[in-house]
T-cell receptor, first 113, second 110 residues
Framework: NAGVTQTPKFQVLKTGQSMTLQCAQD?????MSWYRQDPGMGLRLIHYSVGAGITDQGEVPNGYNVSRSTTEDFPLRLLSAAPSQTSVYFCASRRPGTPYEQYFGPGTRLTVT | GEDVEQSLFLSVREGDSSVINCTYTDSSSTYLYWYKQEPGAGLQLLTYIFSNMDMKQDQRLTVLLNKKDKHLSLRIADTQTGDSAIYFCAESNEGGKLIFGQGTELSVKP
């Protein structure tokens, strides 16, 4: 199993550009989520999905869109990049039921200039 | 709302014990978690404790839970340089979301 994979690893965008961060998992997990990690602020939940066709907002959803057309894939779209979206983005997945063992991807480091 | 607080930095000498502390606010959390993040990588589940326990030991790791004070701690015995990482405390809320603290960066000096 590859686990949770994310592409790209690094990305530099100009303000106003759009892009999609890719996330895929091969563990047949229903629950997937996107976080951003900023120094001193821990991980903040952007969007999450409890299964194909179902998505919901997390703590900091503004400026981001998601879709979940398959169990495996959960892309995150930045609609019009802003410097405040400079961060490290992590995708995660887990099986249903507690305890919540969440599997994280290696992250995408995004810089918006 | 839910909140999880940790101190940001801890520095210890190799061979000493490390204690990382965390406070949380949601008393309905069923499980509390410790995740570890090594440099340049995603988080990995280190250990967890069920809310009706007050202690859990797993090799060099000891988790202590004080439900009355909503205080969780992670003790690493005989800390090694390979334990240098960021450690995140997390609670799960009723909606099934994991709420993470800010992370404690543990630095182990030889």
């Amino acid at each position: 199993n590859a686990g949770v994979t994310q592409t790209p690893k690094f990305q530099v965008l100009k303000t106003g550009q759009s892009m999609t961060l890719q996330c895929a998992q091969d563990m047949n997990h229903e629950y997937m989520s996107w976080y951003r990690q900023d120094p001193g602020m821990g991980l903040r939940l952007i969007h999450y999905s409890v299964g194909a066709g179902i998505t919901d907002q997390g703590e900091v959803p503004n400026g981001y869109n998601v879709s979940r057309s398959t169990t495996e894939d959960f892309p995150l779209r930045l609609l019009s990049a802003a410097p405040s979206q400079t961060s490290v983005y992590f995708c995660a997945s887990r099986r249903p039921g507690t305890p919540y063992e969440q599997y994280f991807g290696p992250g995408t480091r995004l810089t918006v200039t | 709302g839910e909140d999880v607080e940790q101190s940001l930095f801890l520095s210890v000498r190799e061979g000493d014990s490390s204690v990382i502390n965390c406070t949380y606010t949601d008393s309905s959390s069923t499980y509390l978690y410790w995740y570890k993040q090594e440099p340049g990588a995603g988080l990995q589940l280190l250990t967890y404790i069920f809310s009706n326990m007050d202690m859990k030991q797993d090799q060099r790791l000891t988790v202590l839970l004080n439900k009355k004070d909503k205080h969780l701690s992670l003790r690493i015995a005989d800390t090694q340089t390979g334990d240098s990482a960021i450690y995140f405390c997390a609670e799960s809320n009723e909606g099934g979301k994991l709420i993470f603290g800010q992370g404690t960066e543990l630095s182990v000096k030889p």
